[in-house]
């Protein structure tokens, strides 16, 4: 099976600031890769999903970017930090592109003062 | 457009009774659905799903129901527990969209002792 490793936990930013949350997974190979973001009380937002090495698809203009160096790795990244950038921001593995089950981190939760 | 509507934002039931969480979507090539349940601070996690081609699927207590004609799936947990205590997300995928979810957002699910 699959483990998917966030870090990190907690972060506290100042407006401005640049980020960088990681996410990497074993177990697996060539996986699909997906960055969320859970806003206080709303659901599940895809910001970014990766099918390969180099390859990122956006799904909402913002200011964050995304990165897959390595197989297993996925990078979200930001220049300068908003504060509506705050919230609860998850990576999902899914196996391949023949099924649909997604498996998450344990997350990040990010606050921008 | 919000393609994949849980109405109910919460959820209060009683140990031993059964819940019942309902999901409705709008997007007629969505061809699997997927249960998800998130504690505080935590990934989602998988719970169970259910092809197009079917109208039922079972695992244990859980069970999930798929009317394709209203455009309606149900979650039932029989019996309830208090470790059952959760949000649960529905979630729909269309094969030929990369394999992406589209996620509801949410039903924060209480299970009183």
């Known amino acids: 099976s699959q483990t998917i490793h966030q870090w990190p936990a907690t972060l506290v930013q100042p407006v401005g600031s640049p980020l960088s949350l990681e996410c990497t997974v074993e177990?697996?190979?060539?996986?699909?890769l997906y960055w969320y973001r859970q806003a206080a009380g709303r659901g599940l937002q895809l910001l970014f999903y990766s099918v390969g090495i180099g390859q990122i698809s956006s799904e909402v203009p913002q200011n964050l970017s995304a990165s897959r160096p390595q197989d297993r790795q996925f990078i979200l990244s930001s220049k300068k930090l908003l504060l509506s950038d705050s919230g609860f921001y998850l990576c999902?593995?899914?196996?391949?592109?023949?099924?649909?089950?997604?498996?998450f981190g344990p997350g990040t939760r990010l606050t921008v003062t | 457009d919000q393609q994949v509507k849980q109405n109910s934002p919460s959820l209060s039931v009683q140990e031993g009774r059964i819940s019942i969480l309902n999901c409705d979507y709008t997007n007629s090539m969505f061809d699997y659905f997927l249960w998800y349940k998130k504690y505080p601070a935590e990934g989602p996690t998988f719970l169970i799903s259910?092809?197009?081609?079917?109208d039922k699927n079972e695992d244990g207590r859980f069970t999930v129901f798929l009317n394709k004609s209203a455009k309606h799936l149900s979650l039932h947990i029989v019996p309830s527990q208090p470790g059952d205590s959760a949000v649960y997300f529905c979630?729909?995928?269309?094969?030929?969209?990369?394999?992406?979810?589209?996620f509801g957002k949410g039903t924060l699910l209480t299970v009183n002792p």
């Open positions: 259910i092809s197009s081609i079917k």
């Open positions: 979630a729909a995928a269309d094969g030929g969209s990369n394999y992406k979810l589209t």
């Open positions: 177990g697996t190979s060539n996986p699909n």
């Open positions: 999902a593995s899914q196996l391949g592109q023949r099924t649909y089950e997604q498996y």
